[in-house]
């Protein structure tokens, strides 16, 4: 099991969705106005939903790709979010670097997805038994509405635990 109990109730509360929309308006409000949203977060990965439209859009009619960042970003730090919360020790993180190639236009909705809990997580409990930064370089590919991969996004970050 990945989650405890408190880091569980954490993310069953982010993954309703007006709750979710409540903690982006609260903490991170261009998301909020960008639409993005939850739509899987569990053992098994993070999917993070981003609208189409001209919220979105640059002048060329495809996906902006700070749009496609802030999703990309958030598939990888709503899993690091909740398993700090589970960790043994205080922890703080810090995103220290995006890296991204983009390999087809997003025209429309579009999903992203990081699938490498296991692998966060065991970055987070060096750190936590260490006290030295942990980096982790976290994995999130890009889908356009035909489901074709479109962009894929290196995110890292950094975890530390707290003196």
């Known amino acids: ?6 880091a569980d109730a954490l ?10 929309k409540a903690y982006l308006w609260r903490k991170l409000p261009l998301a909020a106005c960008a639409g993005l949203s ?3 977060l569990d053992e098994s990965g993070c999917t993070v939903g981003l609208p189409g439209g001209w919220r979105t859009q640059n002048p060329f009619r495809s996906t902006y790709f700070a749009a496609q960042a802030m999703a990309a970003e958030m598939s990888t730090g709503a899993p690091a979010l909740i398993l700090v919360q ?10 220290r670097g995006i890296d991204a190639v983009f390999t087809k236009r997003i025209q429309g909705p579009s999903l992203f997805t990081f699938d490498d809990l296991a692998g966060m997580q065991a970055a987070i409990a060096r750190a936590a038994a260490s006290g030295e930064s942990e980096s982790y370089t976290g994995r999130s590919v890009g889908r356009g509405p035909d489901g074709a991969p479109a962009a894929e996004f290196r ?6 635990r707290r003196s």
């Open 1 to 6: 099991m990945i989650f405890d109990e408190r």
């Open 11 to 20: 993310r069953l509360r982010l993954l309703k969705p007006w709750s979710f």
């Open 38 to 40: 939850l739509r899987q």
């Open 86 to 95: 589970a960790a043994p020790a205080s922890i703080a993180m810090i995103l």
């Open 155 to 160: 995110v890292s970050w950094s975890f530390k």
